[in-house]
């Protein structure tokens, strides 16, 4: 059974930045496709971005392109998301997914293994 655990949320100014962390344990993490998602109060769940099995491909959603960064450390079964000029709207609950693919994936419906979320709250 995988496990994810997400870290590194917090409170930030408008403009700072944060880097999350997901860390995986319970299988092989290198294997698996992931990706990040975020929730805002009274909105529905949206795609960040993805990173494959490897870490050589990447994906973002339109509203964090050019700002967010994904990476992985396979070594360390951990996934981040830098996350820079961070602004108000990107205030939410940032879930990391997994799932054992070769490729990318940015539905939420084609992970089926879940963090229980970090929050983060940026302030204008």
């Known amino acids: 059974q995988v496990q994810l655990v997400e870290s590194g949320g917090g409170l930030v100014q408008a403009g700072g930045s944060l880097r999350l962390s997901c860390a995986a344990s319970?299988?092989?993490?290198?294997?698996?496709?992931m990706g990040w998602f975020r929730q805002a109060p009274g909105k529905e769940r949206e795609f960040v971005g993805a990173v494959n099995p490897g870490g050589e491909s990447t994906v973002y959603g339109d509203s964090v392109e050019g700002r967010f960064a994904i990476s992985r450390d396979n070594a360390k079964n951990t996934m981040y998301l830098q996350m820079n000029s961070l602004r108000p709207e990107d205030t939410a609950v940032y879930y990391c997914?997994?799932?054992?693919?070769?490729?990318?994936?940015?539905?939420?419906?084609?992970?089926?293994?879940w963090g229980q979320g970090t929050q983060v709250t940026v302030s204008s």
């Open positions: 319970g299988f092989v993490f290198r294997l698996l496709s």
């Open positions: 997914a997994g799932k054992f693919f070769p490729g990318l994936l940015i539905r939420q419906g084609d992970y089926n293994y």
